[in-house]
């Protein structure tokens, strides 16, 4: 155990050995691991070594970070891995894996545990019968990562369909069921992103008995369903197109499939504020002359495509070929690779490349949308 009380409110980097580690987190249930390689547990497949404590039910969990956290031991929370680019020196506290799986299906809901992997709470749904999530399906990741970054796809946001979430605030120790309006949602974003004082355990989500799909919004897949604008369709139709669209943008992993080791999209799509609008549509027209320019309205400005802006900055999909350990996927701009032999240092070098030459041609500033841990852009 470390050796001195930590003051209030001040994180100090301590490293435990992983005996220390398993006589402190005796009672908890955890599973301790030594030397674990974070690459192993990310699908980006880049990060460091850490030590690790695997917590496979609820009570352990919510045991071992407060054991952790009463230790002033640096904690990082993993689940499926799906949206974090980890350094290549790993981490020098605790992850704590969440290996929680229980998914409980009710008559128009699904309660998951946090660790549930996210594509099978979908699919049993879907096989339920309950529509909601359908297109949300093929998206990796856990069940309780969902609501930190507000995962959203093809028109749906988990946002909208959340009854509420249980959450373990580390600050108070108290464990307790939170409504999505105190979880300020927005784009991409929640009050959970950024911030480690909340831990989900759990998330309920509100479904439809009737077996119909949510109202089909995205064009793209209402095209391919040959659906007006809202019409909705049974939901394992739904589940079937969107599985295949994701699929063709190498956006269901796949082990075999290079174009899928990613965190999904790297960068957010950019929000532009209507005074700046002008002087990027102009920049825009500058560089790829008259293009018809794909926007989404958003509450507090215009979203332009990230993945439509990185090609017309010449960065082809795929690029830079190879051999870089590091590329765009050859299927969609906006998914940074691993090749095989990528370091999370080849990420980020592609990464800061991309987001200057977006940058400096159109004047826009791509945001990450993965969680960075000992990694600055
Ligand atoms: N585009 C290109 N080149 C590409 C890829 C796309 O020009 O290589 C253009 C497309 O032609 C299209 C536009 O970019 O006009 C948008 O592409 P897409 O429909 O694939 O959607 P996206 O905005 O890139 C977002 C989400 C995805 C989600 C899809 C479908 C973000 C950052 N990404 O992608 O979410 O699956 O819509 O709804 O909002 C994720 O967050 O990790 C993610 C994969």
Redesign the pocket.
């Known amino acids: 155990m470390p050796d001195t009380v930590p003051s209030a409110n001040v994180r100090t980097t301590r490293v435990v050995s992983s005996d220390q580690l398993r006589d402190l987190l005796a009672e908890t249930g955890a599973t301790v691991r030594d030397s674990v390689r974070l690459s192993e547990l990310t699908t980006l497949r880049v990060g460091g070594p850490a030590l690790l404590a695997e917590c496979a039910s609820t009570d352990s969990l919510v045991a071992t970070v407060k054991t952790l956290d009463a230790a002033d031991i640096p904690v990082l929370l993993v689940a499926g891995g799906s949206n974090l680019l980890i350094d290549d020196a790993g981490f020098d506290g605790v992850v704590v894996r969440i290996a929680t799986t229980g998914i409980d299906l009710a008559a128009d809901g699904v309660l998951a545990e946090a660790g549930a992997p996210w594509d099978t709470v979908v699919a049993d749904t879907v096989a339920a019968g309950l529509g909601g999530l359908e297109c949300l399906s093929g998206?990796p990741g856990s069940a309780g990562a969902t609501p930190v970054q507000n995962?959203?796809?093809?028109?749906v946001e988990v946002a909208s369909l959340l009854r509420r979430v249980h959450l373990l605030d580390r600050k108070t120790g108290e464990v307790r069921w939170v409504e999505p309006a105190e979880l300020g949602f927005g784009y991409?974003t929640s009050v959970l992103k950024h911030s480690d004082d909340g831990v989900i355990l759990a998330v309920d989500f509100a479904l439809d008995p009737t077996g119909r799909s949510a109202p089909l919004r995205?064009g793209?897949l209402a095209k391919a369903l040959d659906a007006a604008d809202g019409e909705t369709r049974p939901v394992d139709q739904v589940r079937t197109e969107v599985l295949r669209l994701?699929a063709g943008?190498g956006?269901v992993l796949n082990p075999t499939d290079h174009d899928t080791w990613s965190?999904?999209?790297f960068?957010?799509?950019p929000v532009v504020p209507a005074e700046r609008l002008p002087e990027v549509m102009a920049a825009i027209t500058a560089h790829v002359g008259d293009a018809k320019v794909?926007t989404y309205p958003a509450p507090d400005g215009t979203k332009l495509?990230?993945?439509?802006l990185?090609?017309r900055a010449g960065f082809a999909?795929g690029f830079p070929g190879e051999p870089a350990p590091a590329r765009l996927s050859t299927k969609?701009?906006?998914a940074l690779t691993n090749r095989g032999a990528a370091t999370a240092a080849d990420i980020v070098a592609l990464a800061r490349t991309v987001r200057a030459g977006v940058a400096e041609r159109f004047g826009v500033t791509l945001e990450p949308?993965p969680v960075t841990v000992g990694i600055t852009l």
């Open positions: 998206i995962v959203g796809a093809y028109g991409r995205y793209e994701r943008k956006m965190a999904g999209s960068f957010t799509n794909p495509s990230a993945g439509w990185i090609e999909k969609h701009t906006l949308e």
